[in-house]
């Protein structure tokens, strides 16, 4: 089969299309005719070679995929040749085919083509993960969402808009964004490049601060998250592109009873990984079916173009999600 492959580690030039060996399905797995997957920030890190794939897993880039089931594996029920889906990969995403375990399979809704799946599993995932099952975020509070425009923000904005009443949903956001962050449901919106945000977010709340935080910047943003976290706040990092080593005020945290959270999806077990699929599938996969959540994709480039695409999203021009069309 076709499959993005890394000559070396580094930036977008170092991908090129080869060929490797179809995935056999494995006991509780299925193979997926991949026909797109999306662009993720930890694909970028892996290219890099600073993001390896679980051990056992796939070393093709690509951590969730849409397409049609070409085979099952021993043991899957439920499933059959033909089925349209998209799911979770730990890696192998960025291919013509993929072997994925069932468990972490959602079926299409009608109203989604492939490309908007493609932004479902690893993206809406993230976002649910963190926002509700790990942070906990109950009617009556505020959630900051830091950087508004790309795939897991936006989608943290959707969800925070159908899944939880009465919630204030403050974002953070580089000028060209402002507007459409606020257009897909943000109710306050911070210029980040001109504006302190932990003061805006403390003078938006009546300086109670937020109660949920999701961050993937890191070390750079640790002091500014913590003060502007309400008293039992839950900051939730999910990525490091500020640095991963900061000072940190531990009576602060002490005092007003905070919770600072790392998460990665990516590294967790096959029955963790199950279970928030069937969370997600209850709670969300709903919304998607009645169109009342519709994935925001920015640009679709054919695979052959995946130089382009990882371009895309390191200038920061993307407004949602970078899909790669893997086949017709």
């Not at 989604?112 to 975020?137: H, P």
């Amino acid at each position: 089969m076709k499959a993005i492959t890394l000559k070396e580690f580094g930036g977008p030039e170092v991908m090129m299309i080869g060929e490797v060996p179809t995935p056999e399905p494995a006991d509780g797995q299925v193979l997926v005719r991949v026909m797109a997957t999306s662009v993720n920030r930890a694909d970028l890190i892996q290219r890099e070679g600073n993001y390896p794939p679980p051990p056992g897993e796939s070393e093709i880039l690509g951590l969730e995929a849409a397409g049609v089931i070409e085979a099952t594996g021993p043991g899957v029920s439920g499933w059959k040749p033909g089925d349209r889906v998209m799911g979770l990969v730990a890696g192998g995403g960025y291919a013509q085919f993929a072997a994925i375990a069932a468990d972490h399979l959602l079926p299409i809704p009608e109203v989604l083509d492939y490309t908007e799946a493609a932004c479902v599993s690893e993206t809406y995932i993230t976002a649910f993960l963190n926002i509700f099952l790990i942070g906990g975020l109950q009617s009556g509070e505020t959630v900051l969402l830091h950087g508004g425009g790309g795939g897991v923000n936006t989608a943290g904005i959707q969800l925070c808009r159908q899944l939880v009443s009465d919630v204030t949903v403050i974002v953070t956001a580089s000028p060209g964004k402002l507007d459409r962050v606020r257009a897909i449901g943000a109710d306050h919106v911070i210029n980040y490049r001109e504006q302190d945000f932990a003061e805006k977010v403390r003078s938006i709340t009546a300086r109670r601060g937020a109660a949920v935080i999701l961050d993937h910047i890191g070390a750079q943003y640790l002091q500014s998250n913590l003060k502007c976290l309400a008293v039992e706040g839950r900051l939730v990092i999910i990525g490091l592109l500020g640095g991963s080593v900061a000072e940190l005020n531990l009576a602060h945290l002490m005092v007003k009873r905070q919770r600072i959270i790392g998460s990665v999806l990516r590294s967790r077990s096959v029955e963790e990984k199950k279970q928030i699929t069937a969370a997600f599938a209850r709670r969300v996969l709903p919304y998607f079916e009645r169109r009342e959540i519709v994935p925001l994709v920015h640009r679709i480039y054919p695979l052959a173009e995946v130089r382009a695409a990882h371009e895309e999203m390191e200038a920061g021009r993307h407004f949602g999600n970078i899909v790669l069309q893997v086949q017709q």
